[in-house]
């Protein structure tokens, strides 16, 4: 699956090194790279899906999509 992480330039600098990190909570995902452009200057394509272990959820709206599992760099793809 697809998914899309909109993040600030700063942060995006950190990705680059170390993949996505989940930290204390979860990596906030979206379907459509356009959905979330407001939060942040810098957009990464994410490979996840349940079949390789990662655990996802959708809490609220149909379009936000949490991670529960760091994501590692061959999983990402900086747009």
């Known amino acids: 699956m697809r998914l899309y992480h909109w993040t600030s330039l700063e942060s995006a600098r950190q990705i680059d090194k170390e993949g996505l990190k989940r930290g ?28 390789l272990g990662y655990k996802l959820s959708m809490p609220f709206i149909d379009s936000e999509i949490l991670c529960w599992n760091d994501i590692p760099l061959e999983n990402i793809r900086r747009l």
């Not at 452009?37 to 899906?49: D, H, L, S």
């Open 24 to 51: 204390t909570w979860c990596i906030h995902l979206c379907r459509k790279s356009e959905a979330w452009e407001w939060y942040g200057e810098v957009c990464y394509e994410v490979k996840v899906a349940r079949h």
